[in-house]
């Protein structure tokens, strides 16, 4: 398969590159590293990436951003964050994806552990988290030509162990887990789904 991976050059897109290069062609995309750039906040800049990359199987979505901070400092603009970067971006990854993916691909966007089990400060991600998993369920009824699509909704990765301090209590995920997530996506037959790795 050609599998497009947007933010392939972060914590989680590397390891998911790495075991699907095993087994696929990985197109590598994100903001400054990747082979090929994209802004996911911007949807000029996304269909400019799908028309330098053409037609494709599966695309995967580890990248996009939300505001972390004191919720009682929180004021309106620092919700848009969230929403023009990890909502908006993802879910214009789809709506521009749609012209290019083949029959029977997938879209594999990520959310995370914050929509049902929240932290301190993490109000402004927390939103757009559960979102997405919404997103993914709608979106899923009415994808035509067999193109399937799920939300991969990890824990704090063991590659983030330096965020711990704001997860109390929160247990580290395994990144073999995670990556397992994504190939299930990917290579099996679910839609729909928001897969917790927690
Ligand atoms: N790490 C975790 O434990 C964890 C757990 C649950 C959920 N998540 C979610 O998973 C996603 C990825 O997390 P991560 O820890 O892997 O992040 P990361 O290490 O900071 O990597 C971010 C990736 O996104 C790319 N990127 C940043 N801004 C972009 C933009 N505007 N347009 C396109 N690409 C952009 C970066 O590209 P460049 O390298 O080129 O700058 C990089 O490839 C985030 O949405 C996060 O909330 C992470």
Not at 98 to 111: K, W
Request: with cysteine; proline share 4%.
């Amino acid at each position: 398969m050609k599998i497009i991976i947007v933010g392939a050059t972060g914590t989680l897109g590397k390891a998911v590159s790495a075991e699907l290069a095993k087994r696929h062609d990985i197109v590598k995309a994100s903001l400054n590293k990747g082979d090929v750039k994209l802004d996911m906040t911007s949807f000029a800049s996304i269909e400019s990436m799908f028309k330098q990359v053409g037609k494709f199987d599966a695309l995967i979505c580890t990248a996009g951003a939300g505001h972390f901070g004191p919720f009682a400092e929180m004021k309106e603009e620092h919700f848009y964050t969230g929403i023009k970067s990890k909502l908006m971006g993802q879910i214009n990854l789809v709506l521009a994806g749609r012209n290019f993916i083949n029959d029977n691909g997938s879209f594999t966007l990520t959310s995370g552990i914050l929509s049902e089990d929240p932290i301190r400060g993490g109000a402004g991600l927390s939103f757009i988290n559960g979102a997405i998993n919404s997103f993914t369920i709608s979106a899923a009824i009415e994808l035509p030509r067999g193109i399937r699509i799920n939300a991969v909704s990890p824990g704090l990765v063991e590659d983030s162990a330096g965020m711990s301090p704001y997860f109390p209590g929160h247990v580290l995920v395994p990144m073999h887990k995670v990556v397992s997530a994504y190939v299930k996506s990917v290579e099996g037959g679910i839609t729909g789904q928001g897969i917790r790795v927690y």
